[in-house]
């Protein structure tokens, strides 16, 4: 079964830093682009980052440029999401989203997500 | 605000036919293939059409994607109490280099 799993949400206080991780498997995951995406309570979907399939490329919406920053680990089939200098706007489910191997979108694959929340 | 406008809501009986639309730029619609998802409540998006008008397989030939110009729209025939959801449009942006998503429209099913 292809499936993503997200983890590493929690509660944090503004200013601080927390790693999201995505794991996935049953399918080749070297050769796709995978994105987050998030969802503040009760408002829409905001693309957050993607990174190709090798990790050579990375993009940002400019509402985490400087401060979140996009990896992957090829070898445990892994995506992470390194969140700094975080804002009580940055409060949202965050999902992984899978691509296809050359395209960002569109995104056939979601995990269930993991909840950050910037409260002091 | 989103880069992709879509109207809030949109309502009809079972049964009946619905569109949304999506409106966009040149830098987004206008050059690049559209998906639509559906979220159910307390649930993960899930991809409904993606290339403008191809469904993943599963997916009912009820629900309809097309595209013209800067503009797309989803169609949703034969309407069903469990097709109440937000339903989103999106694509990437070219200028931006980012993907860009519609605000979402609550669809209610009366």
């Known amino acids: 079964e292809v499936q993503v799993v997200e983890s590493g949400g929690g509660l944090v206080q503004p200013g601080g830093s927390l790693r999201l991780s995505c794991a996935a498997s049953?399918?080749?995951?070297?050769?796709?682009?995978i994105s987050w995406v998030r969802q503040a309570p009760g408002k829409g979907l905001e693309w957050v980052s993607r990174?190709?399939?090798?990790?050579?490329?990375?993009d940002y919406a400019d509402s985490v440029k400087g401060r979140f920053t996009i990896s992957r680990d090829n070898s445990k089939n892994t995506l992470y999401l390194q969140m700094n200098s975080l804002r009580v706007d940055d409060t949202a489910v965050y999902f992984c989203?899978?691509?296809?191997?050359?395209?960002?979108?569109?995104?056939?694959?979601w995990g269930q997500g993991t909840m950050v929340t910037v409260s002091s | 605000q989103s880069v992709l406008t879509q109207p809030p809501s949109v309502s009809a009986a079972p049964g009946q036919k619905v569109t949304i639309s999506c409106s966009g730029s040149?830098?987004?619609?206008?050059?690049?293939?559209v998906s639509w998802y559906q979220q159910l409540p307390g649930t993960a998006p899930k991809l409904l059409i993606y290339?403008?008008?191809k469904r993943p397989s599963g997916i009912p030939d009820r629900f309809s994607g097309s595209k013209s110009g800067t503009s797309a729209t989803l169609g949703i025939t034969g309407l069903q109490t469990g097709d109440e959801a937000d339903y989103y449009c999106?694509?990437?942006?070219?200028?931006?280099?980012?993907?860009?998503f519609g605000g979402g429209t609550k669809l209610t099913v009366l």
């Open positions: 990174i190709t399939g090798s990790g050579g490329t990375t």
């Open positions: 049953g399918f080749t995951f070297n050769s796709y682009v």
């Open positions: 290339e403008n008008n």
């Open positions: 999106g694509t990437w942006d070219t200028s931006l280099s980012g993907g860009v």
């Open positions: 040149s830098s987004n619609i206008g050059n690049n293939y």
């Open positions: 989203a899978k691509g296809s191997t050359v395209t960002t979108t569109p995104f056939d694959i």
